[in-house]
């Protein structure tokens, strides 16, 4: 099932704003983290399943379901940018813009987006 929803996820996110979303969420989650930013319980999970899979994926060989590891790739990747972001700090805003450009929601967009949906989350 997990397989399944991943390889829909990239095959609909032709704009790329998926991945920006995920970028720009862990760069927001990290960079705020001070601030106690109210990122709602599951999105943090799923920002978290996407870094230990990238972690686990760099130790191993690359998996028999190329198909699967692009895709899942292509999610740990955006959450990988926006937490180099952080290391960055006179350029990290930017990082996630400027790499998930063909996206046309913006940076503030995504985040109005987060927090509107974020009481449905509780």
Avoid: W
Wanted: glycine share 0%.
């Amino acid at each position: 099932m997990a397989h399944t929803v991943v390889n829909v996820l990239k095959r609909m996110d032709r704009d790329e704003c998926f991945v920006k979303a995920l970028c720009l969420i862990q760069l927001r989650e990290v960079s705020n983290a001070a601030q106690k930013y109210r990122l709602p319980k599951d999105l943090k999970m799923i920002l978290s399943a996407l870094k230990i899979s990238a972690n686990r994926r760099k130790s191993k060989l690359p998996s028999p379901d190329e198909e699967l590891s692009s895709a899942l790739v292509t999610l740990e990747d955006a959450v990988q940018t926006g937490l180099n972001a952080c290391a960055n700090p006179h350029s990290n805003t930017t990082i996630c813009e400027q790499r998930y450009s063909i996206c046309p929601a913006s940076r503030e967009d995504i985040y109005a987006y987060i927090d509107l949906i974020y009481d449905y989350f509780l």
